[in-house]
């Protein structure tokens, strides 16, 4: 692996923070995506010692799966009134892959291939299946345009070559795949000395700065050695499609109905930006700027929206388990869309956002402007 690799050549920390004026994942800037994040209990097979208390349970809590695909149906149906006819759904927990309907809750949402223009789906998982289920999970997934997995390293329970070995299995699949990696600032060598063993074996890494208990703020003991890492360190790549090529494959995923890379160059977007670039911001002169993930808006501490018009809640939302709450993200202390019992409703425009932090990586890529 080349040591370049392990920094990233657009610097993120010349970007002039305080001077952005809109910014968004590019393929919801210049895309017609809706994205669902969608926790779907709290369930959990590991029990990490650092684990938030409110993060896992051993109660199996899941809603029936008759219900979660009804709601997606629904869904795509308010999507779909507001013309979004492209679909991101992520699922997470606790573990998503111990929710008993999770392959068929897939299936269902590949099923209307024909009406949809593109579609995406994400996982976080601790990874603890064995290779016979991802065998399923991959056939499962195989007629959506892209897959990707952030795998969590637990390292109290997961060993490091079965860990890697079950990655490359997945990339080899045609399935993105980014490692969890939560920076704690004692512990902040050992970890990356793990996060190396990964990302020199062609895998991302994704360095997350640690938050507070209830996530609203970065803890505040790094040093500038370690921020300058969580700034610019292990830029995303695409190893996946280097990992085909390896093996002479190409991807047989089924191409997005329309171009997507003509749609957004027709709609603004700069073809000279690898794809890798993410997120796209913009400044007062209207000068543009790349980052490869909205993961490291936190380690930047820009995450501090409140005023500014947010597309979550009209263009995007989340389901949180196990209350069942339908919200416009994570963050946001607005009166919740409704319940997954119950049923819910989108905004029928962008709003104002009244939240003093926005800190989930799945909250700060959803495109906002500052008035
Ligand atoms: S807290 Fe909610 S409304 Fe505010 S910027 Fe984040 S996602 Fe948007």
């Known amino acids: 692996m080349n040591k370049k690799l392990k920094w990233s050549n657009y610097d993120f920390s010349q970007i002039p923070f305080d001077q952005i004026v809109s910014f968004g994942q590019r393929s919801l800037l210049y895309q017609d995506l809706f994205c669902v994040s969608w926790l779907l209990g709290r369930f959990c097979n590991y029990k990490c010692s650092y684990c938030w208390t409110h993060g896992r349970s051993d109660q199996l809590d899941h809603r029936p799966t008759e219900l979660c695909i009804k709601t ?25 892959t111990l929710h008993r309907g999770y392959l068929d809750i897939l299936k269902h949402y590949a099923s209307d291939l024909d009406r949809v223009n593109f579609q995406s789906c994400h996982m976080t998982t601790n990874l603890s299946p064995q ?16 897959i990707s997995i952030t795998a969590s390293w637990h390292r109290e329970y997961a060993d490091q070559e079965s860990f890697k070995e079950k990655i490359i299995f997945l990339q080899q ?4 795949v980014t490692i969890n990696m939560v920076m704690v600032p004692e512990s902040f060598n050992l970890i990356y000395d793990e996060a190396l063993f990964f990302h020199d074996a062609g895998i991302n890494v994704t360095l997350k700065p640690q938050t507070n208990s209830n996530a609203t703020l970065v803890v505040e003991n790094y040093t500038k050695e370690q921020l300058r890492v969580l700034h610019n360190g292990m830029p995303q790549r695409d190893f996946t499609a280097a990992r085909l090529k390896d093996s002479d494959q190409s991807s047989e995923r089924p191409k997005a109905k329309y171009d997507l890379r003509k749609m957004a160059i027709d709609r603004g977007d700069n073809d000279s930006i690898p794809q890798m670039m993410s997120v796209e911001f913009t ?10 993930q909205a993961e490291r808006f936190n380690a930047f501490n820009f995450n501090h929206f409140e005023g500014w018009e947010c597309d979550s809640g009209f263009r995007s939302i989340i389901i949180r388990e196990p209350c069942g709450s339908i919200k416009r993200s994570y963050s946001c202390h607005d009166t919740p869309l409704g319940n997954i019992e119950t049923g819910f409703k989108l905004f029928d425009a962008p709003r104002v956002c009244v939240t003093p932090t926005c800190v989930s990586s799945a909250d700060s890529k959803i495109p906002k402007k500052r008035f």
């Open 173 to 176: 699949h045609d399935v993105q």
């Open 283 to 292: 400044d007062v002169r209207g000068k543009k700027y790349y980052m490869d």
């Open 131 to 146: 290779l016979k289920w991802f065998e399923k999970y991959i056939d499962a997934t195989k007629s959506m345009h892209r």
């Open 72 to 96: 997606m149906d629904e869904i795509k149906r308010q999507a779909r009134e507001r013309n979004y006819n492209s679909f991101h759904f992520s699922f997470s927990g606790g573990e998503p």
